[in-house]
């Protein structure tokens, strides 16, 4: 966050980067400014608690849980 | 292809209880993870407003494992390969009566199986009455998920 920053609106080294990369960066980018608004607004909350559970809100239930389980399955799912 | 998180014995049992039509809730944080949280957990809390320990004993053989009622101080528990994660929850701090939250819980598809699932601000709730260190510990995350989930207006 802090380099992504530092740079200010201009970021040179996306030029560097696949369509792919881009778009991950351009679109990590919206959500920790996204993040930021939301902490400001609720004060206690930390930003990056916030920033890494908008990126669970991306997932599936199934995928939030499965990142979340700590013990992994004894028995792999066969079907 | 989605990726797949149960056990083919937990997805046996989540069926089997929905097709026995025992109610239960995915609560804890299991119930936090799917509402967001970006946390962690080992186990898969699964609260049942009332315990009938034949339908239960049915729901664990058609998953290939067991229920014991309990003993000792072995608690009422599911269990056998693939279980493991499985935890009977039989009370919840600081929450309503079960079929009060059973009437607000949120409805998710897990791998293909429909669950009912305790609200992240219900969770939270839960977790600030328990008092344990370890649920104080996961307040400021939960609280950021909730502020999360709100601004993208999904509460």
Redesign the interface.
């Known amino acids: 966050m802090a380099s992504l920053l530092s740079v200010g609106d201009t970021l040179p080294e996306l030029e560097n980067l696949t369509d792919q990369q881009r778009d991950w960066v351009l679109h990590s980018e919206a959500l920790w400014r996204e993040a930021h608004a939301i902490a400001a607004a609720n004060p206690g909350v930390d930003p990056g608690d916030v920033y890494h559970a908008l990126r669970c809100l991306e997932l599936s239930p199934s995928q939030r849980l499965g990142r979340g389980l700590t013990r992994v399955r004894t028995r792999p799912h066969a079907g | 292809m989605?990726?797949?998180?149960?056990?083919?014995?937990e997805?046996a049992l989540l069926e089997a209880l929905n097709a026995l039509g025992v109610q239960y809730l995915i609560v804890g944080?299991?119930a936090a993870?799917?509402?967001?949280?970006?946390?962690?957990?080992?186990?898969?809390d699964l609260w049942f407003g009332r315990i009938d320990a034949d339908r239960l004993r049915e729901a664990a053989a058609r998953a290939g494992g067991l229920y014991t009622p309990g003993f000792g101080l072995q608690p009422p528990a599911l269990g056998g390969?693939?279980l493991?994660?499985v935890d009977v929850v039989l009370t919840a701090s600081g929450l309503e009566s079960f079929e009060s939250e059973f009437a607000t819980a949120r409805a998710?598809?897990?791998?293909g199986v429909p669950v009912k699932v305790l609200p992240l601000e219900r969770v939270i709730v839960s977790k600030r009455a328990a008092q344990r260190p370890k649920d104080a510990a996961q307040i400021?995350?939960l609280?950021?998920?909730l502020?999360?989930?709100k601004?993208?207006k999904?509460d």
């Open positions: 989605f990726e797949l998180v149960l056990t083919q014995a997805r944080m299991g993870l799917l509402e967001g949280t970006p946390g962690t957990t080992q186990d898969i390969e693939g493991d994660r998710y598809d897990l791998d400021p995350m609280e950021a998920a502020a999360a989930r601004a993208r999904e």
